[in-house]
């Protein structure tokens, strides 16, 4: 019962919030407003020797975005939602690690700025 009250307000905001979308080979800035929350969505399996994804907390610049938490989903082969709140004006990199048993796998740097 105790995990269910966390689930629950990550299920909101991970409804409630806007999908950041970022590509990476042009190195777009993903601008959003103060006080809005977005998410990042990345493909995640699940299956026995594929890495999972995690936020590096020591990177981003906590006076401009706060990190909600995480939301994995099932469909279509599996992702997880990375869910953030825009904080004050600033521009700051996210990044997300795919490790497996302490190994990287890849890493996924997203610019946001904040307006």
Known sequence: M???FYFLPLLFIACSSQEVEFEKSTGTINKVKA???FFIN???SHKVGSGLWAVDNNNYDR?????LGSA????DGGSVNFNFEAL???KTEINLVQSFAGDTLQTSTFVVEVE
């Open 2 to 4: 105790k995990n269910l």
């Open 35 to 37: 006080n809005s929350r």
């Open 42 to 44: 990345l493909s995640e």
């Open 63 to 67: 006076k401009v975005v706060n990190y």
């Open 72 to 75: 994995y989903k099932s469909e």
């Open 88 to 90: 004050e004006k600033g």
